[in-house]
């Protein structure tokens, strides 16, 4: 089966940087989109960037010009690179991918990884 599997989570100062990943793996025919949310206790989960198979991306205001979304179809692989990270960065960051796949069948399903945290602190 399909799964998405993060990395690149940490702790880091505010105005600094940091670049996470995320690998689809499974039977894929192809990746419609793939995109990072984010969610800290008590609210929302929230879109934060999203990016489809044909390069077209959209950001959350809140990181407009700070975060820069970016893949790599041959490894089925999106990057979230994040610049002058303040503290109201701090979140779970999760992958989300739109996947066909064929095991038996056709599926066309919305994925989603485990989550990595991100804290942005002194």
């Known amino acids: 089966q399909v799964q998405l599997v993060e990395s690149g989570g940490g702790l880091v100062q505010p105005g600094g940087s940091l670049r996470l990943s995320c690998a689809a793996s499974?039977?894929?025919?192809?990746?419609?989109?793939m995109g990072w949310y984010r969610q800290v206790p008590g609210k929302q989960r929230e879109l934060v960037a999203i990016?489809?198979?044909?390069?077209?991306?959209n950001y959350a205001d809140s990181v407009k010009g700070r975060f820069t979304i970016s893949r790599d179809n041959a490894k089925n692989t999106v990057y979230l690179q994040m610049n002058s990270l303040k503290p109201e960065d701090t979140a779970v960051y999760y992958c989300n991918a739109d996947i066909l796949s064929y095991v038996s069948r056709w599926i066309r399903d919305n994925y989603w990884g485990q989550g990595t945290q991100v804290t942005v602190s002194s």
């Open positions: 990016i489809t198979s044909g390069g077209s991306t």
């Open positions: 499974g039977s894929i025919s192809s990746i419609n989109f």
